[in-house]
C-alpha cells in the first residue's frame, strides 16, 4: 500500500516513521515536487493543486485536522484540486477536546474571576476589589455542539456554570440546555459569555456579527475557537467600543499570522494566540488514521469523520 504525506509545517519524516511503525507493510512518502507517483491514501494539510490533482487511485484522503473549510474553498476556487469521488476524511477529537476544555476552562475562568481586569489594574498599581460575577449570571453558551462543542459545553457544566448549546441538528447533552438551528434568538438571550466551535461553512461564515452581538448580555464575553472568518472584524471592534462587548479572546483570524498592522494587536480587550487551541497531535491522529485504513482496505464502508460535501464540515 502507497501512502503519501504531505503537511507544510509538520516534521514529515516523524510523522512517517510514526505511520510505517503502524504499517510496516506500507510505503510512506512524502510530496516531492513533480512526483508523478499514485497512492492509495493520502494524509494532508492545506496541500497545493499539484499534490493531489493527478492521484487517480485514491481509496481516501485524511485531512489532518479537523476543520476542512480551508482545502473545500481551495477547490472551489481551484476545481480539480481533490479528485473526484474520493471519500474525505477529517479528525475526530484525536486529542483536540481536552485542548479545547483547557483552553475554553482558562479563558472563561480569566474572565469570571476578572483576572483580566486586574492584571490592568496591576499595570497601573490599583488596588480596588471588583465585584464578583456569579454563577446565575455568568451563562455561557456554546455554539458548535459537535465532537469538539460538546465536550467543551459538558465540561464547562460540571464547573457549575449554566451552558447553552447551539447546533444545527437538536441534541440531548446531560446539564446543558441545547437549542437547534431555528432556536438561535433563545439560545443567544441571556449569553453572557460566548464560545465559537462551529465549523466554517458558507451558512457560518460571518455569524459572529452586530446583530449576533445586539442580542448577547451587555458586557459580554466572545471566546472564538473556530476560524477567523466566522467573525465580522470591524462589528467586534465596533460591539468593543461601545462596551456591548467587554472582551474577546481570539485564537483564529480571517489572516494568519494576523498581519502586525491588525488593528486587534493594539485592542486592549482583545487577547490574541497564534492558532493553538487545539494542535493536531501525532500519536493521536495516526492511530485513528491507520484504524479507518485497515477498514477500509477490509472493504468496510467508514461513516466516521467522512466529510459531508453538501454541508461543508
Ligand atoms: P463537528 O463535530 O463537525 O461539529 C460541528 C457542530 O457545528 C455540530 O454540532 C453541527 O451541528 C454544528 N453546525 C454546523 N453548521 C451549523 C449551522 N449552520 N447552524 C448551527 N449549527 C451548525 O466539528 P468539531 O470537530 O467539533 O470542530 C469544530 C470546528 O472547530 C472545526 O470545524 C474547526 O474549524 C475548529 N477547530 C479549531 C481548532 C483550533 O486550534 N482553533 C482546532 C480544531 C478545530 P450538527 O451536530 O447538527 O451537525
Ligand atoms: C485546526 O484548526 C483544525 O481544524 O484542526
Redesign the pocket.
Known amino acids: 500500500m502507497d501512502i503519501l504525506f504531505y503537511h507544510p509545517s509538520a516534521d514529515s519524516n516523524d510523522w512517517i516513521a510514526r505511520i510505517m511503525a503502524q504499517l510496516p507493510n506500507a510505503n510512506v512518502y512524502t510530496y516531492h515536487q513533480g512526483a508523478t507517483q499514485t497512492a492509495d491514501y493520502a494524509l494532508v494539510w492545506d496541500p497545493t493543486r499539484e499534490i493531489l490533482s493527478h492521484q487517480d487511485n485514491l481509496k481516501g484522503i485524511f485531512i489532518l ?5 480551508k482545502i473545500l474553498n481551495q477547490q472551489k476556487r481551484m476545481p480539480g484540486l481533490l479528485p473526484q469521488n474520493v471519500p474525505l476524511y ?4 484525536a486529542g ?2 481536552l ?2 476544555q483547557e483552553y475554553a476552562i482558562a479563558s472563561v475562568m480569566r474572565y469570571f474571576r476578572r483576572l483580566d481586569e486586574y492584571y490592568q489594574q496591576q499595570q497601573h498599581k490599583q488596588w480596588h476589589v471588583l465585584s464578583a460575577h456569579s454563577y446565575e449570571e455568568f451563562v455561557i453558551g456554546v ?8 465536550q467543551v459545553a459538558t465540561r464547562l457544566a460540571a464547573l457549575g456554570f449554566k451552558v447553552k448549546g ?6 440531548s447533552i446531560d446539564h446543558v440546555d441545547c437549542y ?2 431555528n432556536q ?1 434568538d433563545e439560545f443567544i438571550s441571556g449569553t453572557k459569555l460566548l464560545i465559537n ?5 458558507p ?2 461564515q460571518g ?1 459572529l456579527n452586530k446583530s449576533l452581538f445586539t442580542k448577547l448580555e451587555d458586557g459580554a464575553y466572545l471566546i472564538n ?3 477567523g472568518n466566522h467573525v465580522v472584524e470591524e462589528d467586534l471592534l465596533n460591539a468593543i467600543a461601545n462596551k456591548k462587548i467587554k472582551a474577546a479572546t481570539l ?2 483570524f480571517a489572516t494568519e499570522p494576523l498581519p502586525s498592522e491588525h488593528p486587534f494587536w493594539c485592542t486592549p480587550e482583545i487577547t490574541i494566540t497564534p ?6 497531535q501525532a500519536d493521536k491522529a495516526i492511530p485513528q488514521i491507520v484504524e479507518k485504513i485497515l477498514r477500509i482496505e477490509k472493504g468496510e464502508k467508514v461513516a466516521e469523520g467522512l466529510i459531508d460535501l453538501e ?3
Open positions: 485536522g479537523a476543520g476542512v473549510d477529517r479528525l475526530e477529537d483536540m477536546a485542548q479545547m455554539m458548535g455542539l459537535g465532537v469538539l462543542g460538546e447551539w447546533s444545527r441538528s437538536k441534541k437547534s438551528q438561535h466551535l462551529l465549523p466554517c461553512t451558512q457560518t455569524i475557537l473556530a476560524r485564537d483564529v492558532h493553538i487551541s487545539a494542535l493536531t454541508k461543508g464540515y
